[in-house]
């Protein structure tokens, strides 16, 4: 069965200083990965998507993400971290064996960015 | 903006109560989705349909059902609402054009007592 699994429920950093949120996935076959973000008392949005060619992958407001097919991660990046990007993040896999478009979505990290 | 909204927005039942949420889409998109957030267990699939009159079950399916008779509109229903089904829903689709990307309507949160 197709999962991913977010290691840390929360993730605090300084603001200025890099940011890594982790995702690592199970999947048979070839992985569609997803990051979206969550605002407070907002809906989720859409950050950046990989599904095949280059490992790093560019997406909304600075964030990127790296693909590592031997270490079956997706770990969600940003050089210099705002206190604006405090949020909660989902890592996404589509299950796409089922022959659908299926979402399976991590537990999600909340990022915390201090000033 | 993908064009959802969710109604209500927020509603407070008794168990036992019958309740129906709907989203609604202005894009005719065909993929439709019904999640639930709950803390700890990120989101997750309730109900899903790739088409009108056409739905299949998410991996919490139970106590809940959906229909779909117009593009636009997916409605789901909490047949006898239960403590349990407290939570925040939401409501998605799946952009076209082979985006593979997800549109979240704004949520509805919803209380049984």
């Known amino acids: 069965a197709q999962s991913v699994a977010q290691p840390e429920d929360q993730v605090n950093v300084a603001e200025g200083n890099p940011l890594t949120v982790k995702c690592t996935y199970s999947?048979?076959?070839?992985?569609?990965l997803f990051w979206y973000v969550q605002y407070p008392n907002r809906g989720l949005q859409f950050l950046l998507k990989?599904?095949?060619?280059?490992?790093l992958v560019k997406g909304s407001y600075g964030f990127e993400a790296e693909f590592n097919k031997s270490q079956t991660s997706f770990h969600l990046k940003k050089p210099s971290a705002l206190v604006s990007d405090s949020a909660l993040y989902f890592c996404?896999?589509?299950?796409?064996?089922?022959?659908?478009?299926?979402?399976?979505f991590g537990t999600g990290t909340r990022l915390k960015v201090l000033a | 903006d993908a064009g959802i909204t969710q109604s209500p927005r927020h509603k407070v039942t008794e168990t036992g109560t019958p309740v129906t949420l709907r989203c609604h889409q202005t894009?005719?998109?065909?993929?439709m989705y019904w999640y639930r957030q709950d803390p700890g267990h990120g989101l997750r699939l309730i109900h899903y349909?790739?088409?009108?009159?056409?739905?299949d079950k998410g991996e919490v399916s139970d106590g809940y059902s959906v229909s779909r008779s117009k593009t636009e509109d997916f409605l789901l229903t909490l047949e006898s609402a239960t403590s349990s089904q407290t939570s925040v829903y939401f409501c998605?689709?799946?952009?076209?054009?082979?985006?593979?990307?997800?549109?979240f309507g704004p949520g509805t949160r919803l209380t049984v007592l």
């Open positions: 998605a689709i799946r952009g076209g054009r082979g985006t593979d990307t997800q549109y």
């Open positions: 999947v048979s076959g070839n992985p569609y």
């Open positions: 990989y599904i095949t060619g280059d490992n």
């Open positions: 996404v896999v589509r299950d796409h064996n089922s022959g659908t478009y299926k979402y399976i």
């Open positions: 894009e005719n998109h065909r993929y």
């Open positions: 349909s790739y088409g009108v009159k056409d739905t």
